[in-house]
């Protein structure tokens, strides 16, 4: 089970920082996502992390400014947002993939926390 943390309301320019738990026995051997969805558009990607933590992707638009890290010893994969936009606002995700390497698709993705709500104003 994947537990998401971290959400609220923030002013453009300002950082949040996202944590989610995994409750299982497969975190170290799950690729970790984190994904938004807006209203009214699709989920889409933002950032992934290999098993290791060596390896990572950032969706284009969150690329210098969000960093996503795991911790295996406290089954935690986090999120530290920065310099955050209106055009940032969506419900987050964690998700968890038994693949070996990074994917962005949602459909490779077989395990979903819950959400949490990231809201910027201007």
């Known amino acids: 089970q994947l537990v998401e943390s971290g959400g609220g309301v923030v002013q453009a320019g300002g950082s949040l920082r996202l944590s989610c738990v995994d409750s299982?026995?497969?975190?170290?051997?799950?690729?970790m996502g984190w994904f938004r969805q807006a209203p009214g558009k699709e989920r889409q990607i933002v950032a992934a992390?290999?098993?290791?933590?060596?390896?990572?992707y950032y969706e284009d638009s969150v690329k210098g400014r969000f960093t996503i890290s795991r911790d295996n010893g406290k089954n935690t994969v986090t999120l530290q947002m920065d310099m955050l936009r209106p055009e940032d606002t969506a419900v987050y995700y964690c998700?968890?993939?038994?693949?070996?390497?990074?994917?962005?698709?949602?459909?490779?993705?077989?395990?979903w926390g819950q959400g949490t709500q990231v809201t910027v104003s201007s």
């Open positions: 998700a968890a993939s038994p693949v070996t390497d990074i994917v962005t698709s949602p459909s490779l993705y077989h395990e």
């Open positions: 299982g026995r497969t975190f170290w051997f799950s690729v």
């Open positions: 992390i290999g098993r290791s933590g060596s390896t990572t």
